[in-house]
């Protein structure tokens, strides 16, 4: 088989499972919306409250295991491999599961895909004062996705590959050698850290050789502050983050919205 049609039959059979995948998720949001309040009710009624207590356990270590990669949770696995006959009352499991979470372990379950309904971990403890969360010592891999978060917001929110690329050269990061910390830096980019929801990585319309865009991804919208982000550029280049008006501004209403959802 030729090299191209290899290409082909892969871009096909990728493009099998995701439909598949979304066909999958079709028929568990179905599911769920044929659970009646009786249903609830019978459920409620044939599980003792240790039953459930285990169960709320059982899911809190599921998604904490899931996090561990930074990959989101989606409902449709949990239903399968924690929930099962649970299923009538996975909307008071996973209220349970949530104020856990919070109580316990000072994170937050965030649903950032209420319409497949993917689910993520953010810690809402407060950093040490004037660093920020991705830049602590023994952390490369996400300082890494620090100073690209922050490249991609300074200019605007959605940048050129070759401006991320051309930043990391100059910080000694060169994306097509392998890099001693970060291996394959290229993948790193440009696959883990979209599959964690942290970038997207969106080819641009009409290119010619093909060209791809860098924005921020669900994760960072819901797990990076913005306001301390420019404070640490802002230090950087020894300048007070209002000097750069807009960003400021952006910053500022995100900061906002966020202490008040």
Known sequence: MSQRKRAVSASQSKTQRRS???LDEDDEDANFSQITSSQVQRARENFTPDQIDRKVAEVVQFILIKDQKKIPIRRADISKHVIKEYKAIYTEIINRVCRKFDQVFGLKLVEIDPKIHIYILINKLEPIH???VSMRPGNPRTGLLF????V????GGVIKENLVWNTLKK??????EKHDEFGDVKKVVT???VRQKYLEYVKIPH???VEYEFRWGQRAEKEVSKLKLLEFVGELFDQDPQSWTQQFREASAAETSSQSS
């Open 147 to 150: 100073v690209i978060l922050s």
């Open 191 to 193: 696959d883990e850290f």
């Open 207 to 209: 290119t010619e050789p």
């Open 152 to 155: 991609i917001f300074m200019k």
């Open 130 to 132: 004037g660093e920020p």
């Open 171 to 176: 910080l000694r990061v060169d994306p097509g």
């Open 20 to 22: 598949q995948v979304s």
